[in-house]
């Protein structure tokens, strides 16, 4: 796992970042407008929003004297790619499974036959 993944995973880890993450897709906030949300000061929004930034999962822009913080899709890429391993793992799993069972059912249907 490269160091962007692991900072797009520990920014997920936490149940507040999720929160943000969700508020964000409606549409870009400041900090102020995602501290106004929380029971929590602004410096420690400003610590997960930068946990966040960190991960690739936002994107800060600076207009005059405040900072809009919005989604960036393209930083979820590598936990989609990460998470696509097990996706097949186990689309192959259940396939074998799959073909076992029914391989089980033909055999006793045979045996049944006879």
């Known amino acids: ?10 920014a997920l880890a936490d149940p507040t970042r999720r929160d943000i993450l969700r508020m964000l897709t409606a549409q870009e906030l400041t900090i102020a407008q995602v501290s106004d949300r929380f029971d929590m ?3 420690a929004v400003k610590k997960h929003l930068t946990v966040l930034s960190d991960g690739g999962l936002i994107v800060v822009e600076a207009r005059g004297r405040e900072r809009f913080n919005r989604l960036d899709p393209a ?3 590598p936990v989609l790619s990460w998470l696509e391993y097990f996706d097949r793992f186990w689309d192959d799993r259940l396939a074998d499974l799959k073909t076992a ?3 089980a059912a033909q055999s006793d249907t045979a045996k049944d036959a006879e």
């Open 101 to 103: 069972v029914e391989n």
């Open 75 to 77: 930083g979820f890429a």
């Open 1 to 10: 796992m490269n160091a962007q993944t692991q900072h797009a995973f520990r």
């Open 41 to 43: 000061t602004r410096a």
